[in-house]
């Protein structure tokens, strides 16, 4: 069966440091990636997905970036860390793309 | 741009009754519908999807409604267990084939 893994499950983070979250996907090849953020009692507002490795798209304008150096391993980066950064952050996977988003537990964020 | 709504942000149900929780959505070229149930500190589960050429499918005690006429989803929970308090998020498949979530709707069982 398919699994996702992200880590780390919490993070705190002084404003300016850099950032790396990273996800993993197991039991399935060439899966449609993506990351989310979560506000606190928000929806989820796409920010990257990837249809291959080393292929992003990036839905909205960020501090962040995302990449995609092996088949089932996607992550999410920051050069500086800015205060408006924190949130939930969520990896997802689907075998393709609109097809349903399978989720990882998510990254509690929080800059200081 | 287009969007997914809900109707109602909470939604309290005493415990064995029946729930339902309702989204209404803007766009008419949707053809595709999840929802996903999200309990605290995790990330959001599977539950049910439906198809825009189905009215209705049915799941172990949920059911999703489809009303294209008035674009309007529905999820029912039925005898709603304590278990079953979490928010609960319907997403669509857009024109570009990327899915768009509603904000939530947090669903609590009263003992």
């Known amino acids: 069966s398919q699994t996702i893994h992200q880590w780390p499950a919490t993070l705190v983070q002084p404003v300016g440091s850099p950032l790396s979250l990273e996800c993993t996907v197991e039991g399935t090849s060439n899966p449609n990636l993506y990351w989310y953020r979560q506000a606190a009692g928000r929806g989820l507002q796409l920010l990257f997905y990837s249809v291959g490795i080393g292929q992003i798209s990036s839905e909205v304008p960020q501090n962040l970036s995302a990449s995609r150096p092996q088949d089932r391993q996607f992550i999410l980066s920051s050069k500086k860390l800015l205060l408006s950064d924190s949130g939930f952050y969520l990896c997802a996977w689907s075998t393709r793309v609109g097809q349903p988003q399978h989720f990882g537990d998510g990254t509690r964020l929080s800059i200081l | 741009g287009e969007s997914v709504g809900l109707h109602l942000p909470t939604l309290s149900v005493q415990e064995g009754d029946n729930s339902i929780i309702n989204c209404a959505y803007s766009n008419s070229a949707s053809d595709y519908f999840i929802w996903y149930k999200q309990e605290s500190g995790k990330g959001p589960q599977f539950i049910i999807d439906?198809?825009?050429?189905?009215d209705k499918r049915q799941g172990q005690r949920v059911t999703v409604l489809l009303n294209k006429t008035v674009k309007h989803l529905s999820l029912q929970i039925a005898a709603t267990q304590p278990g079953d308090s979490a928010v609960y998020f319907c997403?669509?498949?857009?024109?570009?084939?990327?899915?768009?979530f509603g904000a939530g709707t947090t669903v609590t069982v009263r003992a």
């Open positions: 439906i198809r825009s050429n189905m």
């Open positions: 997403a669509e498949r857009s024109n570009d084939y990327k899915l768009s």
